[in-house]
């Protein structure tokens, strides 16, 4: 086909060509957009748009993450893959349309969102994803309150996620209600999107690992319709430490050792907790305490009429106590 | 149907060109299929002397899409394809709807065309760089709109430009600005007036019909 030669998608084209016609271009700039649309998939061939380096890069920030080896692991498969499917494309290879729809199955706080974020990113700069910017929506964004509304919000839902990623959180809520309940309609209206704007869009589906495997037996659909499926496990202790120590580098806070000591006493002692059914949060609880750690540490240091640079610093086994949110 | 798109700025030359190019290619019984931008076809029986004195010539703007049915021997077969005659280019952005509506024809005619033949007027280039001096660029004649083109057409196998009008004296410099800015390869003079440089486009046409 003679598009092929161009190099630019249809609708684009079109799109050019209707603003033209409708006077807002010049005739030169609309050439220059038609052709300088065909001229970024050459560049792109050139400097390929998933070349090996641009990957290592692109997964850096992935590996900043503490932990999470077979996320990362995941997650490399993944681009290995679509970098092979270029290459394979580049030979006149078949390739399959990739369905990169996801399910990520955790506990509280381990890093879903995040991960979320950070792949929506890596997903543009792939050039998979138009803009890569992550929605972020649950249950009641999604649900109506009268019939009909339901399929409206969640249209409009995914209408914001278009060039990006919707991430919907505790998932497993939609289906929770029973058969009058609302959510189904927006399982079928997010399903049926998932299908028709397949290369728009990504769907990411997360909540707790056992309600999200009873969520997607619910649905016989489902399962097929999200390939990929990430499983967060809690961190360890030395783990929440070094989250931590790295939340503390960022801020420009130093754990004096016997601090370093306290929390990983706190750490072991909350997880323990956790095994006997008392929620943890795993980095959010050590985001919270470390927060209220540089609150009691500005207490302590209140009344002291000079305090040097290094005491601005540094968090002591004091500022650390347990509180509050778990 | 392969098509193959003659365009470039109003006053080339194009239609000259076209009917000059069919009748070199043994064109006689000259049917015309006319594209207007409406979605209407018609088919018009005009000889291509009469059309060279309807159409060709000062001041006269051709509408819509004018083809022909040209015939190339390939093999043992015959190939055809549609030599198309389009709307001139403008640069200015304010012009009447109707006719920014033909340029968009062109446009997405181009878009779906195996072969481009950019006609650009050499002689109005080579008057254009005599006037502006040594160093000077060629306005008016050779401008934004006819590099966007040819940016967008090196890209395309099917992409050659025409440096028509070879028959004036001053279309010489012209040219030689021309082959110098482009791929020489991609550049061929011809005059349509004349019918001279026919053979090379010929064969490009027919290397990709």
């Known amino acids: 086909m003679a598009y092929g030669t161009w190099r630019i998608p249809r609708s684009r084209a079109n799109q050019v060509i209707a603003d033209y016609e409708s006077g807002q271009l010049a005739l030169s700039e609309a050439l220059e957009a038609l052709g300088g649309s065909s001229r970024p998939p050459l560049q792109e061939a050139e400097t390929a748009p998933l070349s090996r380096e641009r990957l290592r890069q692109l997964l850096t920030e992935l590996d900043s993450l503490v932990g999470l080896e077979h996320v990362k692991d995941t997650v490399r498969e993944i681009f290995a893959f679509l970098y092979m499917q270029q290459r394979r494309r580049d030979c006149g290879l078949r390739t399959e349309p990739v369905v990169l729809h996801m399910v990520f199955k955790g506990n509280p706080g381990t890093g879903k969102t995040t991960v979320a974020r950070i792949m929506a990113k890596m997903f543009r700069e792939a050039g998979l994803l138009e803009k890569g910017h992550l929605v972020e929506v649950e249950r009641a964004d999604l649900v109506g309150e009268y019939i009909g509304h339901t399929a409206q919000k969640t249209r409009e839902q995914i209408r914001r996620a278009m060039g990006g990623v919707l991430f919907i959180d505790e998932a497993y809520s939609l289906a929770r209600g029973g058969d009058k309940d609302f959510g189904r309609e927006a399982i079928d209206c997010l399903v049926k999107h998932m299908e028709d704007h397949r290369n728009r869009f990504i769907a990411v589906i997360a909540g707790y690992e056992r309600e999200m495997e009873w969520f997607l037996r619910t649905n016989p659909g489902l399962p097929s319709r999200f390939p990929i499926h990430l499983t967060f496990s809690d961190y360890d202790v ?21 601090a370093e000591l306290k929390l990983r006493r706190l750490a072991a002692e909350a997880k323990a907790r956790a095994a006997w059914g008392e929620p943890f949060s795993n980095a959010r609880w050590v985001r919270n305490l470390m927060e209220r750690a540089m609150r009691r540490h500005a207490v302590r240091l209140f009344e002291a009429v000079t305090v040097s640079r290094e005491q601005m610093m540094r968090l002591e086994a004091a500022d650390l106590e347990e509180g509050g949110a778990p | 149907m392969k098509r193959s798109l003659v365009m470039g700025r109003s006053n080339a ?7 000059q190019f069919a009748r ?28 060279r004195q309807l159409w060709s010539g000062d001041g006269q703007r051709t509408r819509g899409l004018h083809s022909l049915m040209i015939e190339l021997p390939r093999g043992k077969g015959v190939r055809s394809l549609w030599l198309t005659d389009t709307t001139g280019l403008r640069e200015d952005i304010d012009e009447s709807p ?59 196998a099917g992409y050659v430009l025409l440096a028509n009008k070879m028959d004036l004296p001053e279309a010489r410099a012209g040219l030689a600005y021309l082959r110098k800015r482009l791929d020489k390869r991609r550049v061929l003079p011809v005059s349509a007036r004349c019918g001279t440089g026919f053979r090379e486009v010929k064969q490009h046409v027919w290397r990709m019909a």
């Open chain 1, 238 to 258: 030395s783990q929440l430490v070094e989250i931590a120590k790295r939340m503390a580098w960022e801020r420009q806070y130093r754990l004096s050792p016997e």
């Open chain 2, 98 to 156: 109707d006719l920014r509506a033909d340029m968009a024809q062109t446009l997405r005619a181009m878009l779906e065309s195996q072969v481009i033949l950019h006609v650009v007027d050499a002689s109005a280039v080579g008057r254009a760089l005599a006037e502006a001096g040594r160093d000077g660029s060629p306005t008016g004649a050779w401008g934004d709109l006819d590099e966007q083109l040819a940016a967008f057409g090196m890209a395309h």
């Open chain 2, 24 to 51: 070199y290619l043994g064109v006689r019984d000259a049917e015309w299929l006319v594209e207007r931008t409406d979605g209407t076809l018609e088919r018009q029986r005009i000889s291509l002397d009469t059309a």
């Open chain 2, 13 to 19: 030359g194009k239609t000259l060109f076209c009917i």
